[in-house]
């Protein structure tokens, strides 16, 4: 099983809509959960850390579900900016190092 | 801020050739990374530093080497360029503490070994 899976999409969606993605990842003793978001031909960039409780950024949400190993977000009220690259990303360890990152799955929202 | 920066933004090399690609960094961050992203794969680490002189492998980094001789650089050097190699390079870097988790990127080198 790879670590962190994901639906690659492509998501196409009309502007307004509610998106949901989700992701799963292999390693129970995982501590720190992430989306990044990458634009075409351009580098990731965060979008929001995930954490055990859920929390939202303005019309983001991003909940986590560890029995399952599971992690999701949910956009509302698609813009056409939205259109992009989601990463699921997932630390194994306090002792850091680098991040596992999900193959992404592609968002398009049309007008 | 400039940020993350990379140098150069693209490069075609032929086969047995060599090339250093740089990374610097001007957020006086102790951690930093190479990834290489390739279509269908995601994002791999190839190797990573966690201060000045300081360096250690990644998931994939047979073929490559790097070094750290000043905290805001790290360089990934390719001695022996194989076509196995053509990706997108992306550096990144992280501070300690509560915000080590976000990991910014530069905007990554195109490489073609030919």
């Known amino acids: 099983r790879k670590e962190v899976e994901q639906d690659p999409g492509p998501f196409n969606v009309p502007e307004g809509a509610t998106v949901a993605f989700n992701c799963t990842y292999s390693?129970?003793?995982?501590?720190?959960f992430f989306w990044y978001r990458q634009d075409c031909r351009k580098e990731p960039k965060l979008l929001m850390s995930v954490y055990s409780s859920g929390n939202e950024d303005g019309r983001f949400t991003a909940q986590l579900n560890r029995a399952s190993q599971y992690i999701s977000l949910l956009i509302r009220d698609s813009k056409l900016s939205d259109s992009a690259t989601y990463l699921c990303?997932?630390?194994?360890?306090?002792?850091?190092?680098?991040?596992?990152f999900g193959k992404g799955t592609t968002l398009s929202v049309s007008s | 801020n400039a940020g993350v920066t990379q140098t150069p933004k693209f490069r075609v090399l032929k086969t047995g050739q060599s090339m250093t690609l740089l990374c610097a960094q001007d957020m006086n961050h102790e951690y930093m990374y190479w990834y290489r992203q390739d279509p269908g794969m995601g994002l791999r680490l190839i190797h990573y530093?966690?201060?000045?002189?300081?360096?250690a492998k990644g998931e994939v980094p047979d073929g490559y080497n790097v070094s750290r001789l000043k905290k805001q650089n790290f360089l990934l050097g390719l001695e022996s360029a194989a076509p196995s190699q053509t990706s997108v390079y992306f550096c990144a870097s992280s501070s300690t503490g509560s915000s080590f988790y976000e990991q910014y990127f530069g905007p990554g080198t195109r490489l073609t070994v030919t």
């Open positions: 390693n129970s003793a995982s501590q720190s």
């Open positions: 990303v997932v630390n194994h360890n306090q002792a850091g190092t680098a991040l596992i």
């Open positions: 530093s966690v201060g000045e002189g300081t360096t």
